[in-house]
């Protein structure tokens, strides 16, 4: 005699095989067997595919199964790590500084290198074309048109520019060092990464 067993919620578990009921056998001259609590001598359901068998109201069902996505600590931080990349690289607080509270520069791509080639090329008096965000390296853009500056400025410029950019570069690494070292996938979703950026910089050029 099988018996089929199951859960405190009821779903099956395993079948076993039942033991008799040796006073009771005696007694009614007949052999009875043993059910164990969270047990039914009922044969379960055959296996489904997508369903799980759940003995409820004294008979077998099907239930489908309801598969929950498990998300590791691992997965938090990498997705943390995401988060702020994507902050890093486009948020225009840390990504946009302003000339004289006015031109507007985006510290995208490669201006560090940009900005020192003009200093070494260009004559005491240039001019920055504003263009629109299209550039692939440094950006200067407003609704068209251009400012002067000496050769001096431009240094001032630079100088600046860099502090801002090589300290918002560090305070990504620091952020992901941070992440990484994080014990809790509470602990990641809590974590603000936008903190001790250098954010909306103006220069006033002089």
Known sequence: M???????????TNESDAKIDLLETNI?????????????????????ENKIRRF???????????????VTLEDS??????ELEIYHISNSEIREMKINDYFILSLSGNGRALIAEQIQSLDQQIKLNVITEESATFEYFYNGGSIEITLVQLRQLYIFMLNVVNT????YKAHIHAIKN??????VE??????NYLKNQNLDLV
């Open 2 to 12: 099988k018996i089929y067993n199951y859960n405190k919620k009821g779903y099956f």
């Open 28 to 48: 009614k001259n007949e052999t009875v067997y043993l059910l164990p609590s969270n047990a039914t001598f009922k044969v379960v359901l055959e296996e489904k």
């Open 56 to 70: 409820i109201n004294n008979e077998w069902i099907y239930e489908d199964i309801i598969l929950e996505e498990v």
């Open 77 to 82: 931080i990498e997705n943390k790590i995401k």
């Open 168 to 171: 918002n570069y560090g305070v």
């Open 182 to 187: 994080l014990s809790t996938i509470e602990e």
């Open 190 to 195: 809590a974590y603000d990464f936008t903190v």
